[in-house]
């Protein structure tokens, strides 16, 4: 069975500060990763994801994300945070050609002026 | 509309009353899927229709727990006899035809139920 695991439940950082939240996952097969972000009351917007190809994988607003097998992990980052980017972020796996998306529990972003 | 539509956003219901949650997915988009988000957690899959057929409802807790999209296009979720254990936000999601079915799902916002 697949699980993901976000490292931190939150993570108070100053505008204008690099990022990187950092998240595990664990499954005996090959994967689909994903990030999402998801605001107050609002449901969950996509920001990138990982099917195949270069490891390295650019989403919206700035933030990007590394595939890394070999320690199953999936960190997504941003150079420069802004005091919009305070949400829920989300880190979430899926067989490939599957259709059930297990999610982590997710990490609180914090951004303070 | 131009996204996944829910309703109601918001219902408080008694306990051991019945409640139907709606899910108007974006037009011509194939696959649905259920999830359920409790405070603090992150959204766990509940069930998943292809067309009007549900191929997959291993996540749903438990036989008060019902779903449907007899034509294809707008699910319904039922809880009947609700218990105060189901207290959560339901998220619907849609997925286009095409796509890796996982891989394209579009959320809509959800809705929060709290029974009392």
């Known amino acids: 069975a697949q699980s993901v695991t976000q490292l931190d439940s939150q993570v108070p950082v100053f505008e204008e500060a690099p990022v990187e939240l950092r998240c595990n996952y664990s499954s005996s097969v090959s994967v689909y990763l994903f990030w999402y972000v998801q605001y107050p009351n609002q449901g969950l917007q996509l920001l990138l994801k990982?099917?195949?190809?270069?490891?390295l994988v650019k989403g919206i607003n700035g933030f990007e994300a590394e595939f890394n097998k070999s320690q199953t992990s999936f960190h997504l980052r941003k150079p420069s945070v802004h005091i919009s980017d305070t949400a829920e972020y989300f880190c979430?796996?899926?067989?490939?050609?599957?259709?059930?998306?297990?999610f982590g529990a997710g990490t609180r972003l914090f951004v303070k002026a | 509309g131009a996204g996944v539509s829910q309703s109601p956003r918001y219902k408080v219901a008694k306990r051991g009353q019945d409640v139907a949650l709606r899910c108007d997915p974006i037009s011509g988009h194939v696959s649905l899927f259920w999830y359920q988000q409790a405070l603090g957690q992150g959204p766990e899959f509940l069930t998943y229709f292809q067309n009007e057929a549900q191929l997959d409802k291993s996540g749903l807790p438990s036989d008060r727990f019902f779903a449907e999209r007899p034509e294809g296009s707008v699910s319904t979720l039922k809880i009947q006899r609700t218990q105060q254990e189901d207290s959560a936000v339901y998220l619907c999601?849609?997925?286009?035809?095409?796509?890796?079915?996982?891989?394209?799902?579009?959320f809509g916002q959800g809705t929060r139920l709290t029974v009392v």
């Open positions: 990982y099917l195949s190809g270069s490891t």
């Open positions: 999601a849609s997925s286009p035809p095409g796509a890796d079915r996982n891989t394209e799902a579009f």
């Open positions: 979430a796996v899926s067989l490939t050609g599957g259709f059930k998306t297990i």
